[in-house]
Nanobody, 116 residues
Framework: VQLVESGGGSVQPGGSLRLSCVAS????????MSWHRQAPGKERELVAA????????NYADSVKGRFTISRDNAKITVYLQMNSLKPEDTAVYYC??????????WGQGTQVTVSS
């Protein structure tokens, strides 16, 4: 099982980034997917989640209206479009795959830094 994130980097406040997470080794279309982040000295927190078929999404209040999660089951990829980025969005972003509390997989993380 692998989840490989990409798309992180450094950006100025107000900028945008698009994270991608490519999955392998499991039946992607059966899993709910989510993005989490962890800033230095803080606990990991849920940023956004999407159901297995993509019909349902939810977001942390801090990113609502700025971030969009989506998935392409044919490409076994989940995305996180991040707009209007703020310095407080700086963190390592992790991709997660979960199947009904039975299986729980994590990627290695990608760094996002928002700074002027």
């Amino acid at each position: 099982v692998q989840l490989v994130e990409s798309g992180g980097g450094s950006v100025q406040p107000g900028g945008s980034l698009r994270l991608s997470c490519v999955a392998s080794g499991f039946t992607f279309s059966r899993y709910a997917m989510s993005w989490h982040r962890q800033a230095p000295g803080k606990e990991r927190e849920l940023v956004a989640a999407i159901s297995s078929a993509g019909g349902s999404t939810n977001y942390a209040d801090s990113v609502k209206g700025r971030f969009t999660i989506s998935r392409d089951n044919a490409k076994i990829t989940v995305y996180l479009q991040m707009n209007s980025l703020k310095p407080e969005d700086t963190a390592v972003y992790y991709c997660n795959a979960r199947l009904a509390g039975m299986y729980d997989y994590w990627g290695q993380g990608t760094q996002v830094t928002v700074s002027s």
